[in-house]
């Protein structure tokens, strides 16, 4: 089955460790997307890649961290810096041309106290 | 810039109602548009599309037609379920963005029996 898979669903961390969450899909995408949804609210673009190994700051990058040195791999992480980590997070893909829709993984909802 | 302005829920319907969910937008050209459900705990699933003035997107019983004149898409369906209780998503696809999506803010609905 084709499809995007982010793992784990939930993750636990203290304040000031640092925590990676995976996305991977095999829909052959060239673009991928990292959001954060928080209760009641709607998506923010955190960052985005259109291509392997280039990536782009969206609307809230500040704390977070990525890598795309695969085509089907986009690992966020969210570093220490980010004041307010606990949200749940969403990963995308798409084919990238314009009009196409974005596919989305389960989310992983991440914890920290 | 472009954006995206939903109802603001959240909608509580009785079982068979009928529902409509407005969406606004401002954006230059003509964008893709798109709706998007999102059930407790889960990613987002693609519910319908449409890609140009006049085209009406449909699946499972929903309905949106893109209204260039009003730049509205506005979703309906004419007989609700109890399992269509969901946070519904308007996004634009902007021109030349590649595959960039803007997300409103999202409408909860909740239909009761």
């Known amino acids: 089955d084709g499809g995007i898979t982010q793992s784990p669903k939930y993750l636990f961390r203290k304040e000031g460790q640092n925590v990676t969450l995976s996305c991977e899909q095999n829909l052959n995408h060239d673009a991928m997307y990292w959001y954060r949804q928080d209760p009641g609210q709607g998506l923010r673009l955190i960052y985005y890649?259109?291509?392997?190994?280039?990536?782009q700051k969206g609307d809230i990058a500040e704390g977070y961290s990525v890598s795309r040195e695969k085509k089907e791999s986009f690992p966020l992480t969210v570093t220490s810096a980010q004041k307010n980590p606990t949200a749940f997070y969403l990963c995308a893909s798409s084919p990238r041309r314009a009009g196409d829709e974005q596919y989305f993984g389960p989310g992983t909802r991440l914890t920290v106290t | 810039g472009d954006s995206v302005t939903q109802m603001e829920g959240p909608v509580t319907l009785s079982e068979e109602a009928f529902l409509t969910i407005n969406c606004t937008y401002t954006?230059?050209?003509?964008?893709?548009l798109f709706w998007y459900v999102q059930y407790p705990g889960e990613g987002l699933q693609l519910l319908l599309k449409a890609t140009k003035a006049d085209d009406k997107g449909s699946n499972k019983g929903f309905e949106a037609t893109y209204r260039k004149e009003t730049t509205s898409f506005h979703l309906e369906k004419g007989s609700v379920q109890v399992s269509d209780s969901a946070v519904y998503f308007c996004?634009?696809?902007?021109?030349?963005?590649?595959?960039?999506?803007?997300f409103g803010q999202g409408t909860e609905l909740s239909v009761k029996p």
């Open positions: 890649s259109q291509i392997v190994n280039d990536f």
């Open positions: 996004a634009l696809s902007p021109l030349g963005q590649g595959g960039k999506l803007i």
């Open positions: 954006a230059t050209g003509y964008p893709s």
